[in-house]
Structures are given as structure tokens and as C-alpha cells.
């Protein structure tokens, strides 16, 4: 039954991980008034920020929704307090559409410090949420599958630590230039996809040696 | 079958709160507008009854959900009144995103008694509907699984009993005070969760003797 | 595998199902500018025709969501037919947002009929796939699982054959009166739930024999 | 385990086809204010525009969504790669609502060449996904199933082939006419839809000689 519980978790926060990266797009907006001498695609391209933004989230939530699985892949049980946490985590992932049209409406005007600080403060709650939900289901493989790797699991929870520390620096460099910090955070699930990507390469690799089953 | 029929049940019941959930950030407005000598995070502050709602129907939702999953993991057969009584349940969900937007609007408005009406009133149908789902599922152990625990479901169905009249104390405190209303229902919603984790803890923690499977 | 190739079938069309309920709610307003002497709750009561057509329409998706299930409780086999007869049926369901709103819209004003006929309009179709759907599956038990019963086949074919006159009959008296068509919806809907509610809590009865198993 | 798992990737990503397919609804809008003399029939009827790119894009999702799951039929296991693919997939998917609606403003308007430029790029990005994912997966039959069979993946990876191609020359297209280009895209559905719905009855005619299992 445990294991089939937690998939129904998964399923869910897959629901609304989906349902966000969707909801994204209601922010990009066909352009109504072209402006005399003006082109659509003028228009367009005069929509950059909210493309970047765009762009951005799609591929954090991405990534993020990727580290969902991987988490989930070691967890064989649940508990009240792992759905909080995931609860809480999700939190921030339903608010990704608002933050994500926020600071594509201030990135070239007044306030958008404020803007940055709303956008990347989410990121840092989404990193630390991550840290409490992995950190609450793996101390003393509490709710660990039966034959979890111990080496798996610490590698994990060293490289999630990483998280909130970066994004605490991405919402300093916000405040300063908001577009660097979308820039950061595109280059970020870049760089948590690639090497992976070229990671999982090799161990597959290593793997494919001829099997008996 | 019926097992698998449930799932099917349950799954349809997550995309409705997943979506319901989501649905929930379209109320939150990036503010257009900022008057003269207004920052945009005084924009957003100003704002704050949006906030406060969407973090109590959120939270509340979240508790919803939890507690579908929860009676659900009882419930082993499906039949045409479970299907109906659980299609009114999610008409209550389906209609949270509106009432939120109501009671956002009008709490610091007149009108504030019928949006907080409204608003409660909802979490009361709600509250009914997960008794009648319940009861019809449970009486005479009807539809639940062929390992049910008769002093589970009972403690069960005592502890569901409360909720309707939680609600209906909600309901007439937020026709005097709407944001007190709204607070008490988050306080709840985190009663709710608090609690059920430090007893699963416990539990849980009585469980982890070395077993021998 | 075919099993589980229905299953992933009949998520996907759950999740259509869901998403076009829970978008219903973007219909309902908040009435932002009360008219002098108007209370919110005079407002909202002047709203009745877009409440009327959203439960109207929340609960004609219910019944339709429980009939794909019914059917599909018999299908055991999937091919392309399959697929785009039940893609065109979901057509029906996911532009139903779009003509509650117009039949709620011109429901008190000139226009009325030509908003009913688009709204039952897309009832007949989807009434009519039903049947094209299930003809084309169960037709010499072509993709049924091994283990139909063929009276029931017929008795199902049977009873859906009539799907399409009610909703042409629904439809002309829409041209006539709106509102009556609505009506008739509703109580259409409710009378599809409450019978085989009934006809099933009688056969559950008949069946709650002590089992050995 | 990696069987479960590509389940998990299909089942977020029907998902995001099922949203992405439901929100095109958002973009038909309920005419408001009828011009003196004009119907509500007439209305709907000059919105022609709007309706022709609803029904080519849920066409094409449809199509897109079955041949989905046709590669996944054939892909046992998973990698980050894959994922990725997936996820830049899903991105053109994402985005559809958007190009849709920009597609059916500009229809009749100047501005109408960039229109289909990004409407009909789209669709070649998702034409060149599929093949990115299909080759990264069915390389050395990397990622397949135990019992694939190399004759059906050739075939397939002769057939994905002429997407991107297809789909280049109606962006092509798309520049002299946006509605040529629309009608292209709706009959390029069909025909996929029919012929592999004709293929596959005729398949499993062959196939359905009674079998002794």
C-alpha cells in the first residue's frame, strides 16, 4: 500500500507541476495595437521580458519537477509530514505563475527590486522546501525504500544543500540587475539538466554490459 | 477491479484539486498601476486580503485533499452514490477559486457579511458532503476494503462528525468579522495537519521495530 | 499491455474531463461595481443565469465523465478508431466552457436561441460520439475484454441509442426558451444519476451475500 | 522499476497535453456587444477566424498526444536525455494557446506573415523534437523495450523523418497564406489520423484469428 501511496502523491504534485508550467503561458499576450509603423513581430520582440521570464520558468519548473522524481524514486513510504512538506513545496510551485508575471511586468521599470526579490525569494523557498521534505523522509531512512543505497542517499542530500545557498546569491544579484538573475537562474536549470543529462550518459553506459535476466 | 475502480475514482478527484488548487494564483493580480510615490512592494502589501485568501483556500485544500486520500485508502468498492456524493464534494472544490476571488474583493468592502456567507458556506457544503461520502461508504462496512478495522472507521466517522459544525461556528463568526473568518480557517486547516503528523510520528515511530519480512 | 493502454486512455480523457470542469469556475465573475442601494448578495442573485448554466453544465460533465466510465469498465482493447472517436468526444467536452458562457451570457437577451443551439448543439454531438464510440468498440465484441457479457453489451447499446433523440429533443425546446432547456439538462442529468444509483444500491444488496473468499 | 517510470514521464506529459488542449478554449470569446442589426449567429460566424485555429491546434494536439504515446508504446526505459527531449516537447506544447490565439487575431490582418512564422515554427520545433527524442531513445535501441522489434523501428524512424520537412514547407506556405497554412495543418491531422486508423483495423483483422491463450 505504501508504495502505491506514494505514487498517488506523485501523481498529484505531477497534476499541479503540469498545471503550472501550463498556466505560464496565459501571461503571454497577443498584442492588440500595433502602434502606427509598427510590425507584429516589432511587437513581439517589445515583449522580450515577458519571453525571458517565460522561458525561465518553464525551465525551472522543468528541472524541478525532474528533482521530484529523483526524490520520489528513493521514497517507499509517506507520512503526514512528508505530505506538508510536499504541500508546502507545491505552494510554491502554484504561486510560479503570478511571480513569473510579475517581474516580467517590473524587469524594465521602477520597482523592479521588489519584483526580483518576489521571484527568486520563491526559488529559495521552493530550494529550502526540497532540503526539509528529502531531509525529513531520508535521517535514518525513515521513510526510505527497503533497499536504498546509503552512499545514494548522502551523495543527494550534499548536492541538495547546494540549493538554497545558490539561490540565495541569484536573489542577491536580483536586486541589482533582474535580468541577470533570470539569465542566472536559465543558465541554472541548464546546468543541473546537462551534466546530468551527460552523467546519466556514462552510468547507463557502464550499465549496458550484457544482462541474464 | 473495484480496486483498480477506485484509483480511477481517486485520480479524477486529485485532478480536480490539483487544477482547483492551481486555478487559485489567477486571482493574484501583478498590479498595473503603481500610484504616485507608491512602491510596488506597497502595491503588493496593499493587496494583502488577496493573499490571505489564497493562502487559507490553498491550505485549506491541501487539508481537503488529504483527507479524501485518507478515507479513500478505506474504501474498496465503488458504486453510483459514492460517484454522486463525490461529484457534489468536488462541485464545492470546483467553485473555490470564485468564492475566493468574492471574498478577496469584498473583505474590506460592504458586502464583506454575503462574500464571507458565501465563502464559509461552501467549506459547510463541503464538510456535509465528506460525511455523507463517508457514512454511505461505511455503513455496514458497504464499500469499504475486505481488511477494514470496524475501530478505525468508527473513530473515523466520530472525528468527520465535528467538521460541519467547525464549519457552521466559521460561518456565523465570519458574518461579524470576515478576516477573522478567514483566520480561523487557517488555523484550522494547520490544526489539522499539525496534529495528524505528530500522531503519525508517534505512530510510526511505535511501528519501526525491526521486522522480519 | 492493451489494458493498460485503455488505462492511459482513460486518464488522459479524465484529465480532459477535469480541466474542462474546473474551467467552468473562470465564467463566474465577482460583481466588481455594486450599483447604488445594491447589496452583493443582490448582485450575485441577478447573476442566476451564469450559476444556472454552471450547474448545468458541471453536473452534465459528471454524468458524462460516469458513462466513459461505464464504458470503458468494458472496453479491453484499444486502436486508432478508438482514439479519434473518443478525441472528437472530448472536442464536445473541452469546448463546453466556452458555451456555458455564451448560453449564460445571452440567456435574458436577444440572441437566446442561437446561444441554446450552439450549447445543445455540442450536447448532441457528444451524445452522438457516445454512441460512435461504443458502437465502434463493442461491434462483435471487436475491442471488449474477453469476458463481456453480451446482454449487457446490448442493454448498454441499447440504452444509449436514445441519447441522441433526448438531446434533439432538448435542443428544440431551447430554441424556445432557454432557460427550459437548461432546466431540462439538469433534471436530465440528475435523472441519469439518481436510477442507476438506486438500480445499483439494489444490485449491490442482492450481492452482499456472505462471500468465502 | 524503469517501466513504472516511463509511465510517470507519460503520465505528466498527457498532462500537459490535456491542459494545454483545454485552455485553447480561454481564446473563443462570447461576443459581448452586438453591432446594431447583427445576430448573435452573425457574430459567431465573423469570428471565423478564432474557431478555424481552435480546431486546427486541437487537431493537432490530438495527433501529437497519439503519436505520444505510439514512441512511448516502444520505450522501456528512461534517462535524462530523454527527459529533456521531453521536456523541450512539451515546451512547444506549452506554448500553443499563445500562438494560437496570435495566429487568429492576425488571420485577416497586417501582421498576418509573422503570425504564421511563429504559429507554424512551432509546429516544425515539435516536428523536430519527435525526432530528437525518438533517435535519442531508439539508437542502438538504447532506451527501448526488451522485445522491440527493429523492423517497426526503422519504420518509425523512416516515417518521423518527413515531419520536420512537412512541416517546414507548410511554414512556407504560411507566409503567402496564414489560411491555407491553417487548412494545411487540419488536413495533415486527418490524414494521419485516418490512414493509421485504416492501417490499424486492417492489422488487427489479420490479427484476430482466435487465438489460445
Known amino acids: 500500500m505504501a508504495r502505491t501511496e506514494t505514487g498517488r502523491v506523485e501523481a498529484f504534485s505531477d497534476g499541479v507541476f ?3 508550467m ?6 503571454l499576450k497577443v498584442p ?12 513581439l520582440v517589445a515583449e522580450w521580458p515577458t519571453f525571458l521570464a517565460f522561458v525561465t520558468s518553464y525551465a525551472t519548473i522543468l528541472i524541478m519537477w525532474v528533482n521530484h522524481h529523483r526524490l520520489f524514486a528513493h521514497i517507499g513510504r509517506w507520512d503526514d509530514r512528508l505530505l506538508f512538506s510536499n504541500g508546502l513545496l507545491l505552494f510554491g510551485v502554484v ?16 520597482g523592479h527590486e521588489a519584483a526580483a526579490m518576489v521571484y527568486n525569494g520563491i526559488f529559495v523557498l521552493i530550494a529550502v522546501c526540497y532540503n526539509v521534505l528529502w531531509r525529513s523522509a531520508s535521517r535514518g531512512g525513515r521513510l526510505l525504500g527497503p533497499d536504498h543505497d546509503p552512499d545514494i ?24 540587475s533582474v535580468t541577470v538573475s533570470l539569465l542566472l537562474n536559465l543558465a541554472l536549470a541548464l546546468y543541473f539538466a546537462l551534466p546530468s ?9 557502464g550499465r549496458s554490459v550484457p544482462r541474464t535476466d
Chains 1, 2, 3, 4 share one sequence.
Open 197 to 205: 543529462a551527460l552523467a546519466a550518459h556514462i552510468a547507463r553506459r
Open 22 to 27: 501550463t498556466l505560464l503561458v496565459l501571461d
Open 18 to 20: 503540469a498545471i503550472a
Open 95 to 110: 504561486v510560479l505563475p503570478f511571480t513569473t508575471s510579475l517581474v516580467a511586468t517590473y524587469l524594465d521599470r521602477p
Open 32 to 43: 492588440h495595437d500595433l502602434a502606427p509603423g509598427q510590425t507584429l513581430m516589432g511587437a
Open 153 to 176: 542517499v548522502r551523495q543527494i542530500t550534499d548536492s541538495y544543500r547546494w540549493g538554497p545557498l545558490i539561490y540565495a546569491v541569484v536573489f542577491v544579484v536580483g536586486i541589482a
